[in-house]
């Protein structure tokens, strides 16, 4: 039973993404910068330094004893003469027995090429998407265990032409914008990633949180979305920095991605938002201080709302529900609603519902939504900000993985299984917020 939501309300959203966003109202419908990690922890966007430098020799420090130098071995891609390859291509550089130094790609005609390497030294990443049907040069420097300094050079052409089959793309992030602390960055894909493919799309999802606050990846399951988060709320003040780097990216299935897309944007203060379904009742918290505890009233038996912890996606302070098309001429409605702030996209939101101030405390009413008084709902739209959390505790119902953003629907440990990459052992363990639902 969700309404569809009128006017500006599904604008907000798409301009973020660059493609259309849903329509939804009250309702509970389920939904049809240096270092790079490779889709598993803190990354960084191109435009930082270059690898560290090689540490202590072999040998050095009084007592001891010097060791045989370890054989050494640079391997570069792609391989020289490599042709037609695409414009996110990547400078591989895998060294034994040394270190990689440094990294330079050189377009002919066209100058130097910006970008950073991979922490874990795999790989040298542009800073922005090559061009098509150019040649590029690159030179790898290692320096070998022994001291000596060796490079190795590959040059290779991108393909023609930008491939006809896309995959759209979209990022749930405004640049210069500051959100919640519990804000997922939120990555859209359309069509879906199949499984195959996520592993090689996920190595292109670049992250870089100040101060560091590693995370994960997570993919829903039919690989729409993709959510990025740590084990833990972000503290406030942080500063994220995103890269979607897909343009002309294989995404498979013959299709390529549509663009690089990008934004930083800032944490601010840590709110939270919890509704307890026994007592009907929201408790709200900023900085672990109760600010107010205001009645509401939830979906009704045939129309609950969803458990879980969810986030605020959008925020509208006028919008219209209209659920005629879903509920018919006798139950469907048109009304206008102040002070929404959408929670799911099956059309969960919060929002005044003067109607059923008398039930608000008592009884639950509504089509899936939380209602509150006007006067609640205008004092709580003017605390939120997008990517807060919203935790309810108690229904018929349990939230819907990828029915909104939803990567606080999981526990850490099961959350992480949604990384189509390798989490690192320290990481898998950390100690997750203590959310449910």
């Not at 370890?70 to 037609?84: D, M, Y």
Request: charged share 20%; aromatic share 6%; hydrophobic share 35%.
């Amino acid at each position: 039973m969700r309404p569809r939501t009128v006017g500006v309300v599904a604008w907000t959203l798409a301009l973020a993404l660059g493609v259309p966003a849903a329509l939804a109202g009250c309702g509970g419908g389920e939904p049809g910068p240096a270092k790079v990690v490779p889709g598993a922890g803190p990354t960084a966007g191109p435009g930082a330094t270059g690898a560290a430098g090689p540490g202590g020799e072999p040998g050095e420090g009084p007592g001891a004893t010097p060791s045989a130098a370890e054989p050494f071995a640079l391997t570069v891609t792609p391989r020289p003469g490599a042709t037609g390859l695409p414009i996110s291509t990547e400078i591989g550089t895998t060294a034994t027995g040394g270190t990689v130094t440094r990294v330079t790609l050189t377009e002919r005609g066209g100058g130097r090429v910006a970008g950073a390497p991979r922490e874990d030294g795999t790989g040298w990443i542009p800073a922005r998407p090559l061009r098509y049907g150019r040649d590029y040069t690159a030179a790898v420097t290692a320096r070998r265990s022994d001291g000596q300094v060796e490079t190795r050079s590959t040059t290779f052409r991108t393909a023609a032409q930008r491939p006809a089959a896309k995959t759209g793309t979209g990022l749930y992030l405004f640049d210069g914008a500051t959100y919640g602390v519990a804000m997922p960055v939120v990555v859209e894909f359309f069509p879906g990633i199949r499984p195959a493919d996520r592993a090689a799309v996920q190595r292109r999802l670049l992250v870089t949180t100040t101060p560091p606050q590693p995370g994960v990846w997570h993919w829903v399951p039919n690989g729409t979305q993709a959510y990025y988060r740590a084990p833990r709320f972000w503290q406030t003040g942080t500063r994220l920095t995103v890269r979607i780097a897909l343009d002309g990216h294989p995404t498979g299935g013959g299709r390529h991605g549509d663009t690089d897309r990008s934004a930083t944007v800032t944490i601010g203060r840590r709110l939270v938002m919890e509704v307890d379904n026994a007592t009907k009742q929201m408790s709200v918290r900023r900085e672990g201080r109760l600010l107010r505890k205001i009645p509401v009233s939830l979906g009704k038996k045939s129309t609950p709302s969803s458990s879980g912890t969810m986030v605020v996606m959008e925020k509208k302070e006028k919008t219209v529900f209209d659920t005629r098309a879903e509920l018919g001429p006798r139950e469907g409605y048109r009304i206008d609603i102040t002070y929404a702030q959408r929670l799911t996209w099956g059309g969960e939101y919060i929002h005044a519902a003067p109607w059923s101030v008398a039930d608000q405390g008592r009884r639950n009413v509504s089509h899936g939504c939380v209602n509150m008084s006007q006067e609640n709902a205008a004092w709580l739209f003017d605390q939120t900000l997008v990517g807060d959390p919203v935790t309810v505790r108690g229904t018929e119902r349990r939230l819907a993985d990828g029915n909104g953003w939803t990567p606080w629907l999981f526990r850490w440990p099961d959350y992480i299984r949604g990384s189509a990459l390798p989490v690192p052992p320290d990481l898998a363990a950390a100690a997750d917020e203590e959310i449910s639902g």
